[in-house]
DNA sequence: TAGACATATCAGTCACGGATGATATATAGC
DNA sequence: GCTATATATCATCCGTGACTGATATGTCTA
């Protein structure tokens, strides 16, 4: 039997464990560009090509990233695949965050513990 | 001279730069266990040691990764330094976070693409 | 069924960034 | 000033994950 102490850990320990992952899929500009293109409307995966200027193979990656994730999906239409934000809720989470920016945005902007890349 | 869709695209392209930088702050189960631990009150860096079992050049260097993105703020008191989150609007974001991660959790739990480390 | 188009998968390369151990800096007390 | 404690920095190693080019799968049209 565990002590509550040691169930409350692990219920921690899961829950950082799923925000890290969450955060890790947004953590990638190439991710949130398609995000960000997929925010109004669906979109085929050629056409998240088109805007995104991602190449084919790597949007497709994404794609199947963002997916896996539920943050994304897809649906077959003929030849197409359109994809679509599985949740509405990215959205508040975007503005939530550029707020956080515009009160901190030269100091994440400067901070060069990690690069744009 | 630049086109309008230029400066749009420059926009735009630094918007999803610092946001990706903030979620690459946030990408990281230490940095969110030293962010959790300073949801409720400031702490040392011993302090934050304890709590988070992380060694003291690990927290540390997080620490400063937090501080320069601003997300943190420290504050010199004797030989001991505390820090504090330097917004609370970071609760508001994990709030979402975990109302998204209640929705997709599965999904991302499941999401083989990156691992927990 | 053949050929064209849309998307997905695969193997390989490479850089970023997290962890560690050793060491440096700084502040307090004696 | 000397020692102990608290925190920061440094060099290094190593794994993860993003990107590319080639190729496979799948779906439509003729």
């Not at 953590?27 to 960000?36: G, H």
Request: net charge neutral.
């Amino acid at each position: 039997m565990s002590s509550n102490v040691e169930v409350l850990e692990r219920i921690k320990d899961t829950t950082f464990a799923l925000r890290t992952k969450l955060f890790r899929g947004l953590a990638d500009a190439s991710r949130l560009s398609i995000l960000d293109a997929l925010r109004t409307r669906p979109l085929s995966v050629g056409q998240i090509v088109a805007i995104t200027g991602l190449s084919q193979p790597n949007a497709s990656n994404h794609l199947r990233c963002l997916s896996e994730c539920g943050l994304v999906s897809g649906e077959q239409r003929g030849r197409f695949v359109h994809y679509r934000l599985s949740d509405q809720r990215l959205n508040d989470l975007f503005l939530l965050s550029d707020e956080l920016l515009t009160e901190t945005a030269c100091a994440v902007d400067t901070c060069g513990n990690y690069g744009t890349s």
